[in-house]
């Protein structure tokens, strides 16, 4: 039976324009949409309706657990799990809320559970793995018996920091969110390890002081009160003479990035010839400063649709050794960090 990896591959599109252009996105040009149903009909693929009842509940079900839904990666669970016959429940919550659905799974109302952005108090994760098999999605914590599906985060912020060393870069500063309802986030720890790694390979000392850790706590205040902390930071860091500050940022979020450039142009200070900033996402943030953020872009889509695959197969095939899919990452480069010719 096609997939829609298969209409795809056919069509010479991504599986998220494909998933957009059989639900009927007006963002797709009409060209690419005519080619896609093409492609779906020459393999015989049709979507199954979302919303669809299972016929077997308690085993045609998966349930989603996240903090900050992305609507790119549950497009993508939601269309995997429709293709293989599963029903989806999306729920929004909090660590230490989620031992409330540990009752779905004893009533067999779900089959499997993929974590989205979710860290779990340790004996949750316990009391989840002993009923069901659970995929962790992009963020993730360590725990036996958890299948993951993610990129790799150091491997992507190395390839970055490298980006601006190519670019003549040598002072370089990092900063990033550390925690999360007091948990300390695993990926911007990959991910400064990833920094880091590229200085070392270049032969160019860390400066302590420009590895900048911030707390974020999800819920606790406003946007406009992160903004003004992070711009804070980035004032102080960017007040030193031009000799002694950093000529370029590796942030790991678009929004900080943001916060960099708007900073430093009000300041005066050129982007990106005395100051390269970077970012990781590519949401539409960075397309609302200028000039334009450069940033890492993640398959959310393939990284949903592979999540739902990976915990399907799991319920379906009970494999005795769990499995970890780092899917490729890609960086889109813009005005933050090369000059416009």
Known sequence: MATIRDVAKKAGVSISTVSRALNGHDVISEET???VLEAAKALNYSMRPRGRHSQKAGKKTILVLTMSPVT?????ICDAARELGYDTMITITQPNQANEYVKYVDE????GIVLLNMRLLPEISESLLSKCPIVQCNEYQYFPKANLVTIDNNE??????NHLIETGKRKLAFISPQYIYDYRIKFAIDREYGFRRALEENGIEVNPDFIIRTSFETGSGSIDEYVSKINAIVTELLSQPAEKRPDGIVCTS???AACCINVASRMGIRIPEELAVTAFDNTIT???TCPYITSIEQPYYEMGYESAKLLISVIDEKPKVSKQVLLSHRIVKRGSSIKSR
């Open 33 to 35: 949409k005519q080619q």
């Open 72 to 76: 790119q990666i549950t497009n993508g």
């Open 108 to 111: 067999r109302l779900v089959s």
């Open 156 to 161: 992507a912020t190395r390839d970055i920091t």
């Open 254 to 256: 678009d929004v900080i």
């Open 286 to 288: 960075c397309l609302l």
